[in-house]
């Protein structure tokens, strides 16, 4: 969707484990840059020395990619030709249980991109109201067992780990409702993790600014793992006559796109059998492309 260019400049916001950045930089050969970010320093370092070989062509740092405008300012750029998301944990973060993202192993509460970051999921889970949690657990998680699951946990507290609270969740929802092909925690990791992390907030913030920063012919493209980013992304592409975007599943008037984009695909693009076959992880990941027009 990008095709980088030779000379061209590129920006990928979720380094991750450096497979998107690398086949940018690859693509752009023999003179186009990459910027790159990642909240987890551990991501940066590693992807600092896969990329040692590829020349001084990357400029990767530690930073949230909603900071792509002081990345690109600190960079003396003012013109990209392509930026790329893919939102949310790495299978390394998520296959790390020190960093506490998973259920099936025991691992403390934490879930921090950023581990330098004060929140942790610890916090969330122990000191949140009843109504709050059940609030973020209903809307980022789409949980319909939300409130059930938001008491068990405050009549649980101190919660220690990932497993005692996947234990407290699967406990809350009755069995014969519990999800066929999910764990029945699935859901309710994933609404403390995009708590802890301020996903919703940190992609509303980063839209515009990457829009503003596209030169004409720029493309844009985000893969997202989740139907709340999703419905962001693709009212963002819209245009001014969608600028709802959404908060916790209230409706928020947001200002709206300056930027006009044509939209590369009308429909996401989600993964073929054969790839989630090789990659389950794959299995809700969907990306959206949009050229900017003017
Ligand atoms: C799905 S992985 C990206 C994988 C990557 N595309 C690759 O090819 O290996 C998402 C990464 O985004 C990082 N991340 C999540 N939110 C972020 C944010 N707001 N700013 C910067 N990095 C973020 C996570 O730490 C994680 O490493």
Same mark, same amino acid.
């Given at each position: 969707?990008?095709?980088?260019?030779?000379?061209?400049?590129?920006?990928?916001?979720?380094?991750?484990?450096? /497979?998107?950045?690398?086949?940018?930089?690859?693509?752009?050969?023999?003179?186009?840059?990459?910027?790159?970010?990642?909240? &987890?320093?551990?991501?940066?370092?590693?992807?600092?020395?896969?990329?040692?070989?590829?020349?001084?062509?990357?400029?990767?740092?530690?930073? *949230?990619?909603? &900071?792509?405008?002081?990345?690109?300012?600190?960079? /003396?750029? &003012?013109?990209?030709?392509?930026?790329?998301?893919?939102?949310?944990?790495?299978?390394?973060?998520?296959?790390?249980?020190?960093?506490?993202?998973?259920?099936?192993?025991?691992?403390?509460?934490?879930?921090?991109? &950023?581990?330098?970051?004060?929140?942790?999921?610890?916090?969330?889970?122990?000191?949140?109201?009843?109504?709050?949690?059940? /609030?973020?657990?209903?809307?980022? /998680?789409?949980?319909?067992?939300?409130?059930?699951?938001?008491?068990?946990?405050?009549?649980?507290?101190?919660?220690?780990?990932?497993?005692?609270?996947?234990?407290?969740?699967?406990?809350?929802?009755?069995?014969?409702?519990?999800?066929?092909?999910?764990?029945?925690?699935?859901?309710?990791?994933?609404?403390?993790?995009?708590?802890?992390?301020?996903?919703?907030?940190?992609?509303?913030?980063?839209?515009?600014?990457?829009?503003?920063?596209?030169?004409?012919?720029?493309?844009?493209?985000?893969?997202?793992?989740?139907?709340?980013?999703?419905?962001?992304?693709?009212?963002?592409?819209?245009?001014?006559?969608?600028?709802?975007?959404?908060?916790?599943?209230?409706?928020?008037?947001?200002?709206?796109?300056?930027?006009?984009?044509?939209?590369?695909?009308?429909?996401?693009?989600?993964?073929?059998?054969?790839?989630?076959?090789? *990659?389950?992880?794959?299995?809700?990941?969907?990306?959206?492309?949009?050229?900017?027009?003017?």
């Amino acid at each position: 969707m990008m095709q980088p260019k030779d000379g061209g400049r590129y920006f990928d916001g979720t380094l991750g484990d450096g /497979g998107h950045a690398t086949a940018v930089l690859e693509a752009c050969a023999p003179s186009g840059e990459l910027a790159g970010c990642d909240l &987890d320093r551990d991501a940066v370092e590693r992807v600092s020395r896969a990329m040692a070989p590829l020349g001084n062509r990357a400029h990767l740092f530690t930073a *949230n990619y909603s &900071d792509i405008d002081r990345i690109c300012a600190g960079l /003396g750029w &003012d013109r990209l030709d392509g930026v790329l998301v893919d939102l949310g944990m790495s299978s390394i973060e998520l296959d790390d249980k020190a960093r506490g993202f998973s259920f099936l192993a025991d691992g403390p509460l934490d879930m921090r991109y &950023d581990r330098g970051q004060a929140l942790r999921a610890y916090d969330v889970v122990n000191t949140y109201g009843i109504e709050e949690l059940a /609030g973020i657990i209903r809307a980022y /998680g789409e949980e319909r067992f939300a409130r059930r699951i938001a008491r068990r946990i405050v009549e649980s507290r101190p919660v220690e780990g990932t497993a005692g609270l996947a234990e407290i969740v699967a406990r809350a929802i009755p069995r014969k409702f519990w999800p066929e092909r999910i764990h029945p925690a699935t859901r309710t990791f994933q609404a403390i993790r995009m708590e802890v992390n301020a996903e919703l907030d940190n992609l509303q913030a980063f839209l515009p600014k990457a829009a503003s920063l596209l030169a004409e012919g720029g493309v844009l493209a985000v893969i997202s793992f989740h139907s709340l980013e999703d419905r962001i992304v693709k009212r963002f592409f819209a245009g001014p006559s969608a600028a709802l975007l959404y908060r916790r599943g209230l409706p928020v008037q947001r200002e709206a796109p300056a930027e006009h984009f044509q939209r590369i695909t009308k429909k996401p693009i989600v993964a073929s059998e054969e790839e989630i076959r090789s *990659n389950p992880r794959a299995r809700s990941a969907r990306l959206r492309a949009a050229r900017r027009l003017a």
